[in-house]
């Protein structure tokens, strides 16, 4: 059975545990991370040098980085829609894999921790407000385009939507202050009424 390695409250996990649970796969999780510890071992940091979490085993198998073990799961034990049948959809479930990477996590990043893991007095409510400031407008690139689509590739769901979506969980929970981009909440919510998504990624948020 595939293993996963990482603490159900991560985001990186929960869009390993959503993918699989979409695609019928069993998964074996394992806690480790965070409060449970255990990913500065000698032992694990043999088989994720970068010492976070997730780290996916499969037999002999070891791989890390979220977005790399949610390809590999659709691709090896998944079908279309999740892996997209046409290597150009494909790519586009890619794209906003790494776009999701590149534009919206280091801002999400900064706001959950303010919000949620640091104390008031811990709190830059400056650095919150300017995170909350470019995640709007990278948001807003998202909203556009689900108003002509209505998932990120295409009518149903896929590996592409997986990032996006467990962080538009979080966007659409924490206690800021949103615009209003009925596309992107429409997507949400249509995501949020799966119960894959309600299982692994709409979490209490610690
Ligand atoms: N790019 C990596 C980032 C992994 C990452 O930063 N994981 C966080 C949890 S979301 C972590 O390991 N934090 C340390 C810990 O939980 O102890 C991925 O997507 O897998």
Redesign the pocket.
Known sequence: MVRIL??AN????Q?VMWLAAEIGLDIERFDV??AF?G?DTPEYLAKNP?????TMEDGDFVL????S?VRYLAEKYGSSPWYPALVEDRYRASQWMDHY?ATHHPSMTTIFYNLIRMTPEERDDKVVAKCVETLSGAWAVVDRHLAENEFLTGTAPTMGDVPMGCAAYRWHTLDIERPDLPHLRRWYEALASRSAFKEHVMLPLT
């Open positions: 990482g603490r991560s985001i990186n996990v869009k991370g965070g510890g990913n970068s010492g976070k979490i997730p890390w980085e979220s977005n073990i990477i």
